[in-house]
């Protein structure tokens, strides 16, 4: 699976948690969790196997950093 259809995939878990009932939103948004750690591991594959701009690719990661921490307090307010 593309890069971009992992992302497309985590957006769609995302959308799918904003709108769930309650009862349901924990195990979108633990998938949406999942989603997101297979995404930084295949930028950090293209990273290191040179595969794009490395200035695009340390922005995306640090956009992936603050979507994660997000994600997690709203994992959190369910608990």
Same mark, same amino acid.
């Given at each position: 699976m593309s890069l971009e259809?992992?992302?497309l995939d985590l957006l769609e878990e995302l959308i799918m948690a904003k709108?769930?009932?309650?009862?349901?939103?924990? @195990?979108y948004l633990l998938?949406?969790?999942?989603r997101l750690e297979i995404i930084t591991?295949? &930028?950090?594959?293209?990273?290191e196997l040179h595969?794009?701009?490395e200035t695009k690719i340390f922005q995306a990661? @640090?956009?992936?950093r603050e979507?994660?921490?997000m994600l997690?307090?709203?994992?959190?307010? &369910?608990?």
């Open positions: 259809n992992s992302i709108n769930a009932p309650k009862t349901l939103k924990s @195990s998938k949406a969790s999942g591991l295949k &930028l950090r594959a293209c990273l595969l794009g701009n990661q @640090s956009d992936l979507i994660g921490r997690g307090g709203w994992i959190r307010s &369910l608990s």
